[in-house]
């Protein structure tokens, strides 16, 4: 078991939004996080990265063995977890290839890889746009595209993406899944893939493109559901997430 998340409560500004959370994700798996706006999903994701202003109240986060519950973001990115965010911020005065450098982990005074100098190109950058401050003045995509290319950079081997899909135009979408089947090493079969993920989606229009082992469906910062991904996503492209609070008797 690679992240072993155990009966989860978390608060934020003293307000509990997420309780009751169990999760398990297995080596090479990767699982899929539904839920309507608002269920929690983004709030999972911050804990789960561990940032101070999510307060877990009860409950715990084992990671590759060791309790990471209250480790901080630095030690869980160290030990192997990647993130994509939903709206990164900008950061002033730091360049997007300086970032790719420290990411890869090659000095700041070298020249970028030749192979991470391939990704800038498919993902349709150039070499301007790493002297660019990250994700100042980015458009939506290039954000999207920014945060998937500082993961190929970094070779996590947990990411986690949330709403990757969210804002982008159906081409970049499916540039997007390619990566990301690249980053969760899906050109590889099941039993011999190294690296995991948890995606979170609202409308699961990337699944079109990646393929989940498990699905989960968040409702009001609790985990209703978890199953086949098809399944799920068949019945809320026809029934919504309402249908989701019917079957599990959540009124
Ligand atoms: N900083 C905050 N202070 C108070 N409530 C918050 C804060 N951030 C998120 N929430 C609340 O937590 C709930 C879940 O939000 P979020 O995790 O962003 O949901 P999702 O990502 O599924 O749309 C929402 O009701 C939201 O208003
Ligand atoms: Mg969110």
């Known amino acids: 078991m690679l992240l072993q998340i155990t009966d989860l409560a978390v608060e934020v ?8 959370v169990d999760l398990y994700i297995g080596k090479g798996e990767t699982h899929v996080l539904l839920g309507p706006n608002g ?3 983004s709030t999972l994701f911050m804990t789960l990265l561990g940032f101070p202003k999510y307060k877990i109240t009860r409950g715990e986060i084992i990671f590759k063995g060791e309790d990471v519950t209250h480790l901080s973001t630095t030690h869980r990115v160290k030990m192997g977890m990647g993130v994509s965010f939903q709206n990164p911020p900008a950061i002033r005065g730091v360049k997007l290839g300086d970032l790719l450098k420290i990411e890869h982990g090659s000095g700041e005074d070298a020249d970028l890889n030749p192979e991470i100098m391939e990704m800038v190109n498919t ?3 150039n070499e301007h746009f790493l002297e660019r401050d990250v994700n100042l003045g980015f ?3 290039e954000v999207k595209r920014s945060e998937i290319l500082q993961l190929l950079a970094q070779e996590p081997d947990f990411i986690m993406f949330d709403e990757p899909d969210s804002g982008v135009d ?3 979408v499916e ?3 390619e990566k990301i089947n690249i980053l969760l090493d899906k ?7 190294e690296k995991s993920g948890l995606l979170i989606t609202h409308l699961g229009y990337i699944l079109n493109f990646v393929s989940a082992d498990t699905a989960h469906v968040l409702l009001d910062g609790r ?13 809320i492209r026809k029934e919504g997430f309402k249908g989701c609070v019917e079957c599990c008797g959540m009124h």
């Open 13 to 20: 500004n003293n307000k509990e939004i997420l309780s009751d």
């Open 39 to 41: 269920s929690g999903k």
């Open 123 to 125: 993902l349709k950058f």
């Open 139 to 141: 458009s939506g995509g």
């Open 170 to 172: 159906i081409e970049n």
């Open 175 to 177: 540039l997007l899944a």
């Open 187 to 193: 050109d590889k079969k099941p039993g011999l893939r």
């Open 223 to 235: 985990i209703a559901c978890s199953g086949n991904p098809n399944e799920i996503i068949e019945d």
